[in-house]
């Protein structure tokens, strides 16, 4: 599509861009909102599901519309992947308990990964590589766009609205963006020659899907098995023995859906490890962040959403700058080590924050992350499809948003997991020796089984029920309870702020990688021209001359 005039596409890019916000925005309203609504449904046990469902099937809908959409074109799914989101969503705001949430999660989680898979992919139909990276920016910042205005508006709604229009809100703008792309994407032949590979597909899927459910599932608490029982060891076995299936089916298949050829690039392979590695300690570690907020810092889920707006606008702005840099020079590689580099060290900022770290640092070192996260986050796409033919943007695309995907995914789960053992074990520390303590002090029983509740860090997620809960005690027990409450949000400290250490270890992990990545410079509009011609010269003399700008 990129012989389109350049109006026609940026009407097309006006559409991708308000379909990515429709998914975007329900994803960072829900965000700063899932504390308050897990406290109300119940559940924290399965805190992580409600966030690793959506992961989940998004992960799996995005692979394995790849290659579909190389085949079909992208509108078809473009438009599926609206309509399933906007039932998820619907949907969800009918949960009764934890487990029909998960279950809604997870119909938007197919419909997301649909319409990112897709959307991503279309620039790279439309525009050259080097000007794909002006509109990567501006795509990006549809995501910092919605991390501004979600957050506020999800706290908003917890505070002083019905839960259930957090998943309502937005609806109408998904028919909005329907339409759009509706009437102003293109539609695109089917290609000839092209099979769908559905024995592929299904061992795609049984690899990925059970090796993110062991890892979802691995861990202590209600509904979780300990890494060497006998349901984790299964798990990765399925997957183990599936994967193998895969890569057999995949050496013979006519049109592969996922072509292993792809792997033998470096370019690729490199980028999309570094985007695992990135987003496992990104993900693992910021969707804990209004834990921090909400339950050490007592913050409602409305402030909340403003103490993490400064971060979302040092991002969008990061994007918008950077994106504009690399579409100037075609150059890329520096600047993703250093935005690592910085999200590294914003991450290890965050681990030494404490009860009594003041809410304006907390704010100055989650813009430095932000900062990070603005350099480094828009450039393994660009670098993937810059590296790959024409025909391959879908599945290679696709590829890059799998692995990040995986990464997000399994890092939730593993940093969950340390989360919870640190939880544990700082609980155990700070309580036991205020057993004996209380043994003394005379208390009602009916009173002191009301404050055992209390011991789930859960309810410090509730602050209505803590001043409901406070403002019925007896005058000389208030003083007892608030001692009692700074003790679990110190154990919640601890533990979220564990998270943020192993997120900065990872992140690191991914620049050791990016070392590793060749840097290929962008080609640009201009520089395709003279080669088209070349090209179709070469072509009229009887030869062709090789690609040479991947």
Known sequence: MEHLSNKRKVSIMIAIMAAMFFSAINQTIIGVAMPRIIAKLGGMDYYTWAITIYLLTSTV??????????????????????????????????????????????????????????????????????????????????????????????????????????????????????IMIMTLFPKVERRPGESIDYLGSLFLTTTIVPLLLAFSWAGEGEGKYAWGSWQIIGLFAVTAVSLIIFLLVEMKAKSPVLPLSLFKNSVVTVSNLSG???????????????????????????????????????????????????????KYKAKAIVGLIIMAAGMVLLHFMGVDTPIYITIIYMCILGFGLGISMPVFSLTVQNAVEPKQLGV????????????????????????????????????????????????????????????????????????????????????LFNEFLEKVREALSYAVTSTFLAGAIVTVAAVVLTFFLKEIPLRSEKDAKPAAKEAAEGKRAGFSKPRTDS
Do not use: C
Request: glycine fraction near 12%.
């Open 61 to 178: 809908a995005t692979v394995l519309v790849g290659k579909l959409s190389d085949i079909y074109g992208r509108k078809p799914f473009v438009l599926v992947g609206i309509g399933v989101f906007m039932l998820g969503a619907f949907l969800s705001g009918f949960s009764k308990d934890i487990i029909q949430l998960i279950i809604y999660r997870g119909i938007q989680g197919v419909g997301a990964g649909i319409i990112m898979s897709t959307a991503f992919t279309a620039v790279g139909d439309l525009y050259a590589p080097r000007e794909r990276a002006r509109w990567t920016g501006l795509m990006s910042g549809v995501f910092g766009l919605s991390s501004v205005l979600g957050p506020p508006l999800g706290g908003y709604i917890v505070d002083h609205l019905d839960w259930h229009w957090v998943f309502w809100l937005f609806l109408p703008l998904g028919i909005v963006a329907f």
């Open 276 to 330: 695992f590695v990135l987003n496992a300690g990104m993900m693992g570690a910021i969707i804990y962040v209004p834990f921090f907020v909400q339950g050490v810092k007592g913050i409602s889920p409305t402030y909340s959403g403003y103490v993490t707006m400064p971060m979302s606008i040092a991002m969008i702005v990061t994007m918008g700058v950077v994106g504009q840099m690399i579409a100037r020079t075609g």
């Open 396 to 479: 290679a695309t696709a590829s890059s948003q799998l692995f990040r995907s995986l990464g997000g995914t399994i890092g939730i789960a593993v940093m969950g997991t340390i989360m919870g053992q640190r939880m544990t074990s700082k609980m155990t520390e700070l309580f036991a020796p205020a057993v004996g303590t209380a043994q003394q002090v005379p208390m009602d029983p009916a009173l002191a089984e009301q404050m055992q509740e209390f011991l789930n860090p859960q309810a410090l997620l509730d602050q209505p029920k803590l001043e409901e809960f406070m403002s019925g005690l007896p005058v000389e027990m208030q003083a």
